[in-house]
């Protein structure tokens, strides 16, 4: 009976000899996005999913949500002394537009940005700050996607990535798949705000590994990427995504899949691809919201062949203008031939990848059938004929 005992005693006191799991208390600060506009209800704008998601990995006390709309970062900035007092392990910071639309100017937006920043750190607690978002506003679109890059260079460990997930590729304008009214997002684009959240690691969870294998390489068709996925667990989201500067990258494909416990090979064609040198990753978010990255790829410049793409007669028989493809930036010797291959015209030329236009002045020729020829340094030759009437 006294053994029993003893087990039992054992049973009821082994939870509280288990390891306590830290939970965190978070504070937001921020103005309409952050309050929630645009969800159709609260849970769905990007603070009630971090929220839950959160609450659901048992790692969140508690969020206290202090966006006012309409606000602006000074506003945050008197509302600080109120957030710490709540002794939050972490302040989230989310003015994405309205300093830049009511014409603050940057400097300040950025200097109120960085006041909340050090006040927090100062006072031992983790801070991130979103960058602008994208909105539908042709005078001031150009300058929220300037004072995004400010933000990354300004927080480049501790910002979260709101502006480049909502942009409509290749524009500034908001996606209107992610978009109420041009302004605010929507359901699916407060989605894309807590992945974001999630991206920025604000509480660090490990995440799955779901990529084992992504490459890419240049055809006559475009940059074709492939990837493989294995061992994932639920729905998946894959989004390519495109830089020119290894920094900035806009989402260019979005695929979904579901994982039926067989490794699967994914493929898309980048069918307008820069000339540049260029970079491409792929973001993978699973249906909790996880979100994680393949390695980068970085492929050269588009290299292409020495050629003559287009030459004509300019100012009847006095000079001529010509287009050359050229594989790679460097001096260049254009020589014009008459049939007899006496040189008429010889001289020496710089141009950059892949392309240059010349207007070359000529001698007075007579009427006839010419030659335009193009050597390199490296002893690639073309050549192309051309009347002068």
């Known amino acids: 009976m006294r053994k029993l005992t003893s087990i039992i005693a054992v049973a009821i006191f082994l939870p509280l000899l288990a390891p306590a799991q830290t939970k965190y208390?978070?504070?937001?600060?921020?103005?309409?996005?952050a309050?929630?506009?645009?969800?159709?209800?609260?849970?769905?704008?990007?603070?009630?999913?971090?929220?839950?998601?959160?609450k659901s990995q048992h790692l969140l006390d508690t969020l206290i949500n202090m966006a006012v709309q309409g606000s602006f970062t000074d506003s945050g900035v008197k509302l600080l002394p109120t957030a710490l007092s709540y002794n939050p392990d972490i302040v989230l910071v989310n003015f994405p537009s309205n300093d830049i639309v009511a014409d603050l100017g940057v400097p300040l937006y950025m200097s109120?940005?960085?006041k909340m920043y050090n006040t927090v750190t100062a006072a031992g607690k983790r801070c991130f700050i979103s960058t602008t978002q994208p909105r539908q506003d042709p005078t001031n679109e150009p300058t929220l996607k300037v004072a995004r890059d400010s933000v990354v260079m300004e927080f480049p460990a501790n910002y979260m990535q709101f502006y480049d997930p909502l942009v409509l590729p290749g524009t500034y304008?908001?996606?209107?798949?992610?978009?109420?009214?041009?302004?605010?997002?929507?359901?699916?684009?407060?989605?894309?705000?807590f992945q974001a959240v999630l991206a920025a690691q604000i509480i660090s969870i490990p995440l799955p590994l779901v990529l084992t294998g992504f490459s890419g390489?240049?055809?006559?068709?475009?940059?074709?990427?492939?990837?493989?996925?294995?061992?994932?667990?639920?729905?998946?989201?894959?989004?390519?995504?495109?830089?020119?500067?290894?920094?900035?990258?806009?989402?260019?494909?979005?695929?979904?899949?579901?994982?039926?416990?067989?490794?699967?090979?994914?493929?898309?064609?980048?069918?307008?691809?820069?000339?540049?040198?260029?970079?491409?990753?792929?973001?993978?978010?699973?249906?909790?919201?996880?979100?994680?990255?393949?390695?980068?790829?970085?492929?050269?410049?588009?290299?292409?062949?020495?050629?003559?793409?287009?030459?004509?007669?300019?100012?009847?028989?006095?000079?001529?203008?010509t287009t050359i493809g050229i594989p790679k930036d460097?001096?260049?010797?254009?020589?014009?031939?008459?049939?007899?291959?006496?040189?008429?015209?010889?001289?020496?030329?710089?141009?950059?990848?892949?392309?240059v236009t010349l207007d070359v002045p000529l001698p007075s020729l007579p009427a006839g059938i010419y030659f335009l020829q193009i050597a390199t340094s490296d002893g690639q030759r073309t050549i192309r004929s051309f009347t002068a009437l």
């Open 217 to 321: 390489q240049r055809t006559e068709a475009g940059v074709v990427l492939s990837w493989v996925a294995s061992n994932t667990d639920g729905w998946l989201d894959f989004f390519v995504e495109r830089s020119m500067d290894g920094t900035s990258y806009e989402s260019i494909y979005h695929v979904m899949a579901v994982s039926d416990g067989v490794t699967k090979q994914y493929s898309f064609t980048d069918q307008n691809p820069p000339a540049v040198r260029s970079f491409y990753r792929i973001r993978t978010v699973t249906d909790g919201g996880a979100t994680t990255y393949s390695t980068v790829l970085s492929l050269d410049a588009l290299m292409t062949r020495l050629e003559i793409q287009k030459v004509y007669i300019t100012g009847g028989r006095r000079g001529i203008t």
């Open 25 to 33: 208390k978070i504070v937001v600060l921020g103005s309409s996005t």
């Open 330 to 355: 460097g001096t260049f010797r254009l020589a014009v031939f008459n049939t007899a291959g006496i040189p008429v015209k010889q001289q020496s030329y710089t141009g950059r990848a892949p392309a």
């Open 173 to 193: 304008d908001i996606n209107p798949l992610y978009t109420v009214e041009g302004t605010h997002p929507n359901n699916a684009g407060h989605r894309l705000l």
């Open 112 to 114: 109120n940005l960085r």
């Open 35 to 54: 309050y929630g506009i645009g969800a159709t209800v609260p849970d769905s704008s990007w603070v009630g999913r971090t929220k839950a998601y959160y």
